[in-house]
Every structure is written in C-alpha cells, then in structure tokens.
C-alpha cells in the first residue's frame, strides 16, 4: 500500500521535532525580550529619569525665583544641550509660552510619549512630562526618543530575521527527520507482517549506526530467533507426542478390551496401570514445560549441593546394592550455588536412577561433586557419541534401552533444569560407560 502523502508529518520523529522548533522559538522570544529591556527598555528608562531630574531643578528654581527663574534656566539649559535632544515649555496661565522649544502644552499633566516636528522639518519620537506650576502655568520637559527607537525597529528587524530562519531550518530538519523516521519505520513494519503472514525466516535489517532503531531491530530479531526456536521446539514435542504415545495409548486400548472382555481384578489392574503410567508421562512433560518457561528463577536461593548429592547418593545405593553395584561418591563438602533445590534433587535423582537402571550389573558407579563441577559416572553400555544429542530429546530412548523401564523423558528434564540453571551439561564416553558431566557456573 502506497504511504499516504504527508505521512511524515505524522510520525512521533517529527512532532518532536516541531515541538522543539516551537520551545526553541519560545527560547528565542523570551531572549529577545531580555534583550530589548536591557537596551531599548534602559534607553526609556534613562530618558525618563533625566527627565523626572531636569523637572526636579526647574520645579526648585519656580520655587526660588518663580517664572522667571525657570525661565532662565530653560534658556541655560537649551544653550548648553549640543545633542538636540531636550525640549522645554514654561507656558503661563493663558496658555501661552515664556520659554522654551515646544510649541503647545499637552492637555493633561503627566506623561506621554508623542512625536514632535524638528527645524529641519523631520518629526521625532518624544516622551514628555507636563506639571503644573504654583499659580497656573504649565511646565513640560522632553527628551528626544529617536536613538531608542532606531534601536528597537533594528532589534525587531533582525530578531524577525533569525525567527524566519529558525523556522525554515527547523521545518526543514522536521521534514527530513520525519521523512527517514518513517521509512525505517515502513522498512520494520514490512518485515513484521511478513512474519506475521508466516516468512519466520525473515529478520529486521540492522544498521551499523548503533541508532535507537539498530538497537531495537537487534532486540526484535533475537524475540523472533527465540520464537522461531520455540516453535521448533514445539513441534518437534508434538510430533514426538504423538508418535511416542501411541504405543502405550495403544496398549492402554488393549487392556481396557480385554478388561472388557473378562472383567477381572487382573485385566483392571494392567490396564489402571497403563493409565497410571501415561498420566507419569503427561506430568513429566508438564514438569518440563514449567522448567523450560524460566519461571521459577523468582525462587532460587542458595542451595548446598553437596547436601543434595549425598542426600541422592543414600536413596540410590540401596537399588544400587540389588543390583549389586556399588555407589561411590566423591563429593566435596560446601559447594553451593544459587538455584531451585527441588529441581536440583529432582535432576541428581533422574542422573542417579540412569546410573542404577542402565549401569552394568555387579558394576560401580560414581557421584562426584567438587569446584570443576559434577558428574555421575557409570561402567554400563553407555551411549554412542552419536546418539548423544537425541538422548537429551524428549522420549529419546535409544534402541538398547526401549527393553528397559522408562519413558525417555529423565535427560530432557535434566538437561532443562541444568539451563535453568546457567549450567552446561555434556554426555561422555566413560570407557567403558557414560560420564554426564555438568559444569557449574557461580559453584563456590
């Protein structure tokens, strides 16, 4: 589907960006305020404070030697002013002027900020103020406005300017931004749907740039490796559920047929039996699932293995004995690693039973536990080393032990709870025998 005209301009990338277009102008206005009040605002400021002083003095030489006085110091003062920049008006009570160079008294007292025609016929931006006097009369005093007003027309000249430009860049960088945020983002919703529509194969491209999107992309395709992983996974139980119980399930149907048939305590035994068997089987898969989901790390403590293989090694060297074998261990004390103990005991017992049940009879077996790691060892047929990975599958059972007790379900539960674990776990050839041997991360 064609990407709709403007969709950029959509894109949380561009937002962002307008919206720090839009502080940056808000900066820029709120430093072009400062400005102007530090020079516009003082040149005012200072305009009003000459003329609140030169109203002050004339006020005072009213009050010493009246009109006249003030006159005359209106006259000194206009004579000694090179600049131009100060007006003046004593007026008298009919309104008319005594001295000084404005022409008109404003109607009201007070301030004001007008403008002025000058001598060379130009018109001047003036701030006045006008007092009365003791009497009647009017006095005004003013001062010439033009250098500050010159000043801000060209404070508000460049600051349009530099706006205007900070504008342009600013939606120009939002376009180009928004532009390339949405193509990536185009380019990974792509590849999303078409693992979505079932291409499990096809990743994120991943840029070298290390970028938030490379970082994600990364992030997105290890989720899909582990997915993919998992789904293999899942198949490969579903299809060795439903090719490795058949047989009992068949068997199952064959003792319910002949209880059928001939209904005795015998025939409903057997066939309770296979059921009590299957259920075993459906628990183990169940236990292996909730080890494989990682869960119960919530629960890990710190466990004293050592405790725990001599805790296994005294259940099995009885069965050991029948068997006449003999049960021997090596077992350092004090190792201890962070864990789930249940699971642990669980995974030494599934290693132990192996030991006993596949073991030569008459033979030896050893449960060794120190620094290096642990291993159980034993002096039986052992595994091909080709057959060492099927033998960790669920329902693995190789050829020589489908004779054997057993549903081929204790290595994969070992080898899950071993990854629970952070440990690594290896089937060697003992010589004679098999050696599983698992290494202990974090063992102290």
Known sequence: MAEPRWAFARTTAFRVTLLHLLLTIAGTLLVGGGAWWATVGFGARQAAQEIERGMGVLLQSGALSGPRGIALSIEAR?????????????A???????????????????WREGTIRLPQGAEA????????????????????????????????????WVGAAMLLLGLGGGLLIGRSVARRAAAMDAALAAVQGGD???????????????????????????LQSLMTALRGVTDDIAHDLRTPLTRLRTRLDAAAVAP??????????EADALLDIFAALLRIAQVESGTQRAGFTRVDLSAIATSV????????????????????????????????????????????RHGRNGGHILLAVGAAGLTITDDG???????????????????????????????????????????????????PGLRVRIALPGVR
């Open 78 to 90: 206009m004579a000694a002013d090179r600049t131009g920049a100060e007006f003046y008006l004593l």
């Open 92 to 110: 008298g009570p009919d309104g008319q002027r005594i001295a000084g160079n404005l022409s008109g008294v404003p109607r009201d007292p007070g």
């Open 125 to 160: 931006p003036v701030l006045m103020l006008a007092a009365p006097l003791p009497g009647g009369g009017a006095l005004v005093v003013g001062r010439d406005l033009s250098s500050v007003r010159a000043l801000e027309q060209r404070l508000v000249s460049v600051a349009g």
């Open 200 to 226: 499990l194969d096809r990743r994120l491209a991943v840029g070298r740039g290390g970028d938030e999107f490379d970082r994600l992309a990364a992030r997105i395709n290890a989720t899909l490796d582990r």
């Open 264 to 273: 005795t305590g015998e025939a409903i035994a057997a066939a309770q039996q």
């Open 313 to 356: 090694a005294e259940v099995f060297a009885p069965a050991a004995e029948d068997r006449g074998q003999i049960f021997a261990t090596d077992i350092a004390p004090g190792i201890t690693m962070t864990g789930d103990p249940a699971l642990l005991t669980q995974m030494l017992a599934n290693l132990a039973e192996n030991a006993v």
């Open 381 to 431: 047929p052992g595994i091909p080393a080709d057959q060492h990975e099927r033998a960790f599958r669920r329902f693995g059972r190789l050829d020589a032990a489908r004779s054997t007790p057993g549903s081929g379900l204790g290595l994969a539960l070992v080898r899950a709870v071993a990854e629970l674990h952070g440990m690594t776990i290896t089937l060697e050839d003992a010589a």
